[in-house]
């Protein structure tokens, strides 16, 4: 079975502009959720998505959205690009939704830098 | 707030060694404690994981000690190895099916 994959790999962008990420999750697994991995804040938690519904959100400004296609692909948005949102950005996809409930098989990651 | 807190944030420990990584949480809603194993370039993967009904669990030369009570929980690596040389995170898991990570441990097993 074909792991997690993320496209790009990696990304250059300037402050302001807007980015998008894409997750392409194992086949048949219905939830997707993204993280954000930095030196100085390790794993943070973004949003998690399943069945095309929004279902957790962590504590991040309104300029990360996100969204999951009829297919569990997903793909995520970050608007008004700031320096701090340099990262790199995980998508881990599970049968039901991670957590207590089933293991989160996480993807390469895309590595976004912004100038 | 960071709600589980991991140390150490870097381990060197020589081959044969035991490497001991150690987590606290805050939040009692927590009830599903995994460990996960990052290499460079690649994304986290899921080497161990425990519930609070057990205060312990071994996967060949990886155990979780739980203590509920303290609120805390560790991994044990017997017999390290230079090819465990990677950067470990402990998680802690609610109701909510999200993942709450430590700020991880960077360990280095030398030769």
């Known amino acids: 079975k074909a792991g997690v994959t993320q496209t790009p790999r990696y990304l250059i962008k300037t402050r302001g502009q807007q980015v998008t990420l894409s997750c392409s999750p194992i086949s048949g697994h219905r939830s997707v959720s993204w993280y954000q991995q930095t030196p100085g804040q390790g794993l943070q938690f973004l949003f998690e998505y399943f069945s095309e519904t929004q279902r957790n959100k962590g504590n991040f400004p309104g300029r990360f959205s996100g969204r999951q296609f009829s297919n569990s692909r997903s793909e995520m948005n970050v608007s008004t690009l700031e320096l701090g949102d340099s990262a790199l950005y995980l998508c881990a996809s599970s049968l039901f939704g991670g957590g207590r409930t089933d293991t989160q098989y996480f993807g390469p990651g895309t590595r976004l830098t912004v100038l | 707030q960071q709600q589980v807190k991991q140390s150490p944030q870097s381990l060197i420990v020589q081959k044969g060694g035991i490497s001991i990584i150690n987590c606290a949480y805050e939040?009692?809603?927590?009830?599903?404690f995994p460990w996960y194993q990052q290499f460079p370039g690649k994304g986290p993967a899921l080497l161990i994981a425990?519930?609070?009904?057990?205060s312990e669990k071994k996967e060949g030369r990886f155990t979780i000690s739980f203590n509920k009570s303290a609120k805390q929980f560790s991994l044990h690596i017997m017999d390290s190895q230079p090819g465990d040389s990677a950067t470990y995170f402990c998680a802690a898991g609610d109701a909510g099916n999200m993942l709450t990570f430590g700020g991880g441990t960077r360990l280095m097993v030398k030769p």
């Open positions: 939040n009692t809603a927590f009830d599903y």
């Open positions: 425990i519930r609070p009904d057990v």
